[in-house]
Each structure stands twice: as C-alpha cells, then as structure tokens.
C-alpha cells in the first residue's frame, strides 16, 4: 500500500484542495495521509483532521530534515511526497506507482510527471543518470521506496536541493530511478519574501553540493541584467498600456457593424 506525506506550512486553503481531492478520488489506493506541518498559524491542523489526515508538527525545519520526517512517519514502503500547493491530477495516478514498485524491486523512486521539462525527458529517455536534476526525484510529486530510504537517508546539512543529491547517492549505490505517468498539478504563488528565501537556498545548495562558487564580478553581471530585464518590461507594459488605451478611444469613434 501507499502512504501520502504533505509538507505545509500555512497552506490551509491548497491543503483542503489536496485532501479533498486525495479523499474523493483516490480512497482505495492509498493507506494513509501525513501532513508535515512546519508551525502553520492557520487552520491547517483543523483541515487535516476534518478530512482524516494524521497532523504531525515540525518545529526545525529544513529541506531535508521534513522528507526525512515524512519517510519516518510513513508505515508502507511505498511513500508518495507532495507539497500543500499540488495535487495529482490522472485518474491512475497511485495505480501507475504501485504497479513501477511491484515490477521493478531495484527501484528506489519515481519522478511523476506536471511541466514540460518532465514530459520531453520522458519522452525522450533520459535517464536519471543523464540527467538528475530533471529526471530524478523532486519533492512534490514524487515516490520513494522507504526501505531504500533507511540505507541512505536524505541529508539534513544541505539547504535544498536534498531530492537531487539522494537521487545522485541511490543510483551511486546501484539503485534505480525511474519516471512514471503519473500526472500532477503543482500551483503556487511565492511572495518576494518567500522567492528570497528559496534564491538563499538555492545559493547556498549549489555551493554545497556542486561547488557553484560566486565572484564579485558574476554578482554584479547578475544585478545588471536583472535590472536591465525590469526596465525593459516596465517600458513595454507601458507601451501596450498606452496603445490599449487609444485603441479603445479611436473603437469609441470607429465601431464596427453590429451582427
């Protein structure tokens, strides 16, 4: 059987999408529902008991120490992970994980499937071992194989990209990774607040696992370009603003024939 683990943290609304949507369609093939819960002050708690869910409560939180967590608090060895913000969207979306498990006893995980770069590297068979940035584990929308897991946990001293380097560490030790066709939504709205805090990750994740050093030289290149890219939008916006405007002012004297 399949055990879902959610990661939240004041999701409550994309939440109670995720759960209805888990308990409506897909009842009889999954076993279990965990939220890990990162000290959300909405009603989060109270939507996951009003759709059954077990709520456990994360205080530390990081990339890896929540999946870890997620791994740990699941009782089947097929785990399915998503964040509050997705959901799975075919209707055989658990059948197609379970049947890859059953078929394959070397699988470690399965990349599901929801944008373009999936599809093409799925469609085009690129491996995991090619390619394990988009082809192997991401997670929200993605299996694991939990007895593989208590080999080689996920590294909690990394600050993302801890999906990517279990992925690199499991084929490392002779293990597969494979996608499925398994389709799902991922939907979410990041504040700049919130799209900082993932840049401070992400910089610090490349410098940890691949070494991505920054020079003086490459930060400013990267504030220059970024500024040129907002102005040049700004300007444009504009200009389509102003043409929308006289456009409708010259419709106002010059309408078309009624039909």
């Known amino acids: 059987m399949i055990s879902v683990v959610i990661r939240n943290k004041n999701q409550a609304e994309a939440l109670s999408f995720l759960l209805k949507n888990l308990t409506e369609r897909y009842c009889d093939d999954i076993d279990e ?23 456990v409560t ?123 066709e398994s389709i799902f939504s991922y939907e979410i709205k990041r504040s700049p607040k919130q799209l900082f805090f993932r840049f401070k990750n992400d910089v610090i994740g490349n410098y940890q696992l691949w070494h991505q050093d920054i020079s003086l030289e490459s930060a400013v290149k990267g504030l220059l370009a970024s500024i040129f890219h907002l102005v040049k939008k700004a300007i444009v916006d504009l200009w389509y603003i102003i043409l929308r405007f006289f456009y409708l002012i010259k419709f106002m004297f010059d309408k078309p024939n009624k039909f």
């Open 58 to 180: 994360i205080k530390d939180f990081s990339f890896g120490g929540s999946a870890n967590l997620c791994a740990k608090e699941a009782k089947n060895s097929i785990v399915v992970i998503f964040s509050a913000h997705s959901y799975p969207v075919s209707h055989d979306f658990f059948k197609l994980i379970q049947n890859k498990f059953d078929e394959n006893s070397n699988l470690a995980g399965l990349r599901c499937l929801h944008n373009s770069n999936d599809y093409k590297n799925y469609i085009n068979k690129i491996p995991a071992t090619i390619d394990p940035n988009k082809s192997g584990l991401i997670f929200s929308g993605s299996a694991f194989n939990k007895i593989v897991w208590e080999k080689y946990q996920f590294r909690e001293d990394v600050a993302t990209f801890e999906d990517k380097e279990w992925t690199a560490r499991v084929l490392k030790a002779g293990y597969d990774i494979d996608f499925v």
């Open 33 to 55: 529902i965990i939220v890990i819960d990162n000290l959300s002050i909405d009603n989060s708690e109270e939507i996951a008991e009003k759709f059954g869910a077990r709520f």
